[in-house]
């Protein structure tokens, strides 16, 4: 926790330099490489990270990427393996202040920030990011559970959120993730932390949204992800 703190600490300020003196494209590169750091911060529990994907990804295009969710440590692996379609994160409102680095990248680096409490303002929220991904050609990252699973078993993906990301997308691609094992390093509470359990990321071929109904849309990418959590 330590090396993870410090490592927020040094690039709150590089992310300020990245946005304000070399702007968008800068403060995305000095995110990648937190991430990238963060990654490698799992090394001191001996925790490697693995990603798999062997599936040619659409270019040029929105993709949505679609992920059952563990914990914080799914995230720094989603945005350093897949930075160069420049993932965006749907992700609650508490997490946009008070946390060095994290904040500042969700408020300044183009997230969606929700309201769980106020459905009115969370759909509001949702339309404008899925406006926002389709203008940049950017991608989104959005956990349909809601709330991290603690055990590792899944839970129903909620329909809402992608429905607003595919209404506004309709060009868009589906990409399907499977997250193994990154629930282990809170497996006991916040400490001790787990140790030595390798967390793995597997890429399904991507779906097109417009090439299903969404009812049926939604049920093969749940169907998906969830065939390859462990």
């Keep these: 926790m330590v090396v993870f703190f410090v490592i927020l600490l040094i690039f709150h300020p590089l992310q300020w330099i990245g946005l ?72 609650k409102k508490e997490l946009g202040k008070g946390i060095p680095s994290v904040s500042y990248n969700l408020r300044h680096g183009g997230a969606a920030l929700i309201d769980r409490k106020d459905g009115k303002q969370a759909l509001t929220e949702l339309a404008k990011f899925a406006k926002r991904i389709k203008e940049n050609t950017w991608s989104a990252v959005i956990f349909p559970e809601g709330t991290r699973s603690r055990t590792g078993k899944p839970k129903t993906f909620a329909p809402n959120g992608l429905k607003m990301l595919v209404k506004y997308n309709p060009e868009a691609y589906i990409v399907p993730l499977s997250i193994n094992n990154s629930w282990k390093v809170f497996k006991y509470g916040k400490f001790p932390l787990g140790i030595g359990s390798p967390i793995t990321i597997t890429t399904h071929e991507p779906v097109k949204v417009d090439s299903l109904p969404f009812d049926e849309l939604l049920q093969k990418i749940e169907t998906t992800v969830k065939s390859g959590i462990q």
């Design 20 to 91: 304000n003196v070399f702007g968008g494209k800068g403060h995305q590169t000095v995110v990648n490489y937190l991430n990238w750091f963060l990654v490698k911060s799992l090394l001191v529990l001996g925790v490697r990270v693995k990603v798999t994907n062997t599936h040619k990804l659409p270019e040029n295009t929105t993709l949505l990427f679609v992920s059952n969710h563990q914990s914080m440590f799914d995230i720094p692996p989603i945005i350093w393996s897949f930075r160069k379609y420049w993932p965006k994160f749907v992700s």
